[in-house]
């Protein structure tokens, strides 16, 4: 495999989005699984670059008629795994309603850049950790190899709404073996700290109020205290559909 990439600076980081100040907010919807499974286990899931439901996510700006581009960059996607976050100001009634809306348990998991990186109990993982805003392109913007093309900090304008972070991690860096690339999993478990990362938990507006003691209790006995759990300001029907 590694022939396919002799000719592509993956040590260049000047075409990436802007990386985020460490005292950036972030904010992540999830599911009431996904945030047991961080108190629960310690651990934080990283998703391979081509597993996103978004099929034109790291392909965003490539010419799909240069056929070697295009399968470069189809095979770059799975030499990474990200963990996706979003800039927070104020509560998204969109993203609550993509991301936490199917079984009325969503949940939103308030940090900081500075916590993230903290939080990783590995310094190794730490030393791994790459991270940036999301660049947003036109649909008819196309760049050629070596360019911001064959990153997974590129999305399509239709998705600039959601102000995405992303912290990733590369296989060769991960492995301790410059310029050797080898294809993650479908995903990677890094373990954190749930303590250091968690700044505040914000339940969606329409979480099943009987739950909520014992979720008071799960972030008890992970070390947190339960009164950062606060309940969602947004108020609309919608999103109980």
């Known amino acids: 495999m590694e022939e396919k ?15 985020p100040i460490s005292k950036t907010q972030i904010i992540r919807y999830t599911t009431l699984h996904s945030l ?13 670059g081509d597993q996103f439901t978004d099929q034109l996510d790291g392909l965003s700006s490539i010419d799909f008629n240069d056929l070697p581009h295009k399968e470069l960059a189809e095979d770059i996607r799975m030499l990474t795994v990200i963990s ?8 998204s009634f969109a993203l609550w309603h993509i991301y936490s809306n199917m079984d009325r348990v969503g949940v939103a998991i308030k ?3 500075k916590c993230f990186k903290d ?30 093309s064959l990153n997974p900090f590129v999305k399509k304008k ?25 294809q993650f999993e479908e995903g990677l478990y890094i373990q954190i700290e749930p303590a250091i ?7 969606s507006p329409h979480f099943h109020e009987w ?20 309940t969602s300001k947004i108020k609309d029907s919608k999103l109980n559909r």
């Open 111 to 113: 940090s900081t850049v």
């Open 211 to 230: 739950f909520i003691p014992t979720l008071k209790e799960i972030l008890k006995s992970s070390g947190l205290d339960p009164n950062l759990i606060s």
């Open 36 to 48: 047991l499974d961080i108190l629960i286990q310690k651990r934080l899931y990283f998703v391979r």
């Open 158 to 182: 239709w998705y600039e709404f959601e102000k995405e972070i992303r912290f990733s991690i590369s296989s060769a860096e991960y492995d301790k073996t410059p310029h050797h690339y080898r």
């Open 197 to 203: 990362l968690i700044k505040e938990v914000i339940l």
């Open 84 to 91: 996706c976050w979003n800039k927070f100001k104020a509560e």
């Open 119 to 148: 939080s990783i109990m590995d310094s190794h993982h730490r030393k791994c950790l790459f991270y940036r805003e999301v660049k947003y392109v036109n649909e008819t913007q196309k760049h050629p190899i070596q360019s911001e």
């Open 5 to 19: 990439y002799k000719d592509y600076d993956f040590e260049s980081k000047n075409f990436y989005g802007a990386t």
